[in-house]
């Protein structure tokens, strides 16, 4: 008797999916920048920004000339700028449209947002100088994250429903401020996160008082509004320094026997 044994061949099937990714292109938003009215507004620590056509701001006309009455040419501009644009009166918040068109029956336009934040409508009326309005100056959309990317170490760029985004690095950064409060000279906003080598002026503070030209306020004393006492100095050792990075700022004040404010 002869015996055979069978064995099955067992066949296994493997499916292998193969994962795809779909990009859906995210919607490029129509957005314009709205601005501060004013660099000494209760606004100016704020940058100019993207805004919703559809939202209400305030607005402010400028013009490549004179309109008549009401219309304010400020220094080192080429522009007139005027508020109360609706037959003398300060129009409610508006959408971007509706500012657009106010703008055009007064013969004129929508600022750009580099006429407003130079300070050309200053003081052209209607509180203006405190509030964020419109700009002529529309925002860019984006349909992804690389479109956003702006080359710098401390920034992170995003693409969020058809606008870029930026947030900064946590603890990349550091703070520049407008070293007079009461200036116009300083660009918006007047208190801002700074890249560490972006190139800037040079103050240093100590909390004795080191001479070579450390001064102290009345209001930086143990009595005055700070409390305690800081000495500063912008010209240490008798030499202004500007352009500078943030590693030569700190090597400049603590060679003083300061530090940075």
Known sequence: TT???TTPLTTTTTNTTVATTTTTA?????LFQVACGSSKGNCNNQMPRPAQKDVPH???CCSDSYLGDGWRKNSNCAVWGKSNVENGFCPDPVTHQTAADMCARAGARLCTVEEITSDCT????CSHDHTMGWT???VPGCTDHAACDDGLECTIN???AGVCETAPVPGCMKQIRCGNSKSSNCQLPQLRDAELTELHEVRCCSDTDQGWGYARKAACTTTGSLGRDVW???AVNGVCNSAKTYADAADICSGSGGRLC
Do not use: Q
């Open 26 to 30: 995210l919607p490029v938003a129509n």
């Open 58 to 60: 305030d607005v402010r």
């Open 136 to 138: 002529s100056t529309e």
């Open 158 to 160: 995003t693409c969020n």
């Open 3 to 5: 015996s055979t044994t």
């Open 232 to 234: 500063a100095v912008s």
């Open 122 to 125: 200053k003081g052209s009326g």
